[in-house]
């Protein structure tokens, strides 16, 4: 790979004050609608999650838009921790923030004629619906990852800006629909039994672990492409998959272990789950009073 195809790989599909011009966007509509959600019901949304927010989208700025996405190409450990950011932490502390509910009150009206039109067709309903779905979001999160990490559509990847695109891309949407289950954020409504999260959350440890301990313990190189790229911090190859996967290894699974021990407490402390359960009802009777529509299910 010549010097200026791998400078034009490192590059973004758009120009970093776009990408920062558009974040900002985002950001502004955000907080406007979490101070006109505080006027709107008791509870609002609280300072907490706004700050949880407005660090996920950070995070996804560093990932694509910071110098540090300039090492994407060269080091597998550097590839790893942008897939970790858009994936894993990105994505959880986005959800946490409960965008939706915020957008909902910061979006112009002309945006929210344009998003009743859509959520009301009984077709956006039925998908919304099916890619809620707890096995939906495990699929579709699993076949994400390991696909992108066989060999052949890595390698693809690192060759194609739009390809690389589209990785990032995935591995973006594959994040959120992991983590709503987990934190059912506005509209979700779970209707299953919450010890579910824990199995959920078991289950996703299983492909990680299966890929990095693949790439740990290996003794050959699994992506070849890397031995044409500049070398940095003294690593070599072999090092560098070794330390890649370590790092998602150790990284995923403190992650996972965070909101399984929330949920853990939650189900040994039935007073913080009453008290949980009524923020919920209050939650969804303004939800109701506004008119909201659809409210998928989290089984």
């Not at 739009?162 to 994040?175: K, R």
């Amino acid at each position: 790979m010549s010097p200026a195809q791998h400078a034009a790989m490192g590059s973004l599909p758009v120009s970093p004050a776009i990408l920062i011009a558009a974040i900002a966007l985002v950001c502004l509509l955000f907080l406007a609608g979490c101070h006109r959600a505080r006027r709107a019901f008791a509870n609002g949304i609280p300072v907490w999650r706004e700050a949880s927010f407005i660090l996920g989208v950070f995070l996804v700025w560093a990932a694509l838009g910071s110098p540090f996405a300039d090492f994407d190409h060269d080091l597998l450990t550097f590839h790893m921790i942008q897939h970790l950011l858009l994936m894993t932490f990105a994505p959880a502390l986005i959800l946490l923030g409960e965008p939706l509910l915020a957008l909902k009150y910061g979006l112009p009206r002309f945006a929210h004629a344009l998003r009743d039109g859509i959520s009301r067709r009984p077709s956006a309903q039925h998908l919304g619906h099916a890619l809620s779905q707890p096995a939906s979001c495990w699929i579709i999160s699993t076949v994400t990852l390991m696909g992108w990490h066989v060999p052949a559509l890595f390698t693809l990847a690192m060759r194609s800006s739009a390809w690389h695109t589209a990785e990032q891309v995935s591995f973006f949407g594959a994040g959120f629909l992991f983590w709503w289950p987990v934190i059912q954020p506005w509209p979700s409504v779970s209707t299953g039994p919450r010890w579910s999260t824990l199995l959920y959350l078991f289950f996703a440890t299983l492909p990680c672990d299966a890929l990095s301990g693949f790439l740990v313990f290996s003794d050959r190189v699994a992506y070849p492409a890397y031995f044409s790229m500049p070398r940095h911090f003294g690593l070599s190859v072999l090092e560098d998959q070794q330390l890649a996967a370590a790092l998602m290894w150790t990284c995923v699974t403190l992650v996972y272990l965070i909101p399984a021990a929330i949920v853990s407490v939650q189900l040994l402390s039935p007073r913080s789950l009453s008290r949980n359960a009524a923020v919920q009802s209050e939650l969804l009777r303004e939800r109701e009073a506004q008119g909201d529509s659809p409210r998928w299910e989290t089984v």
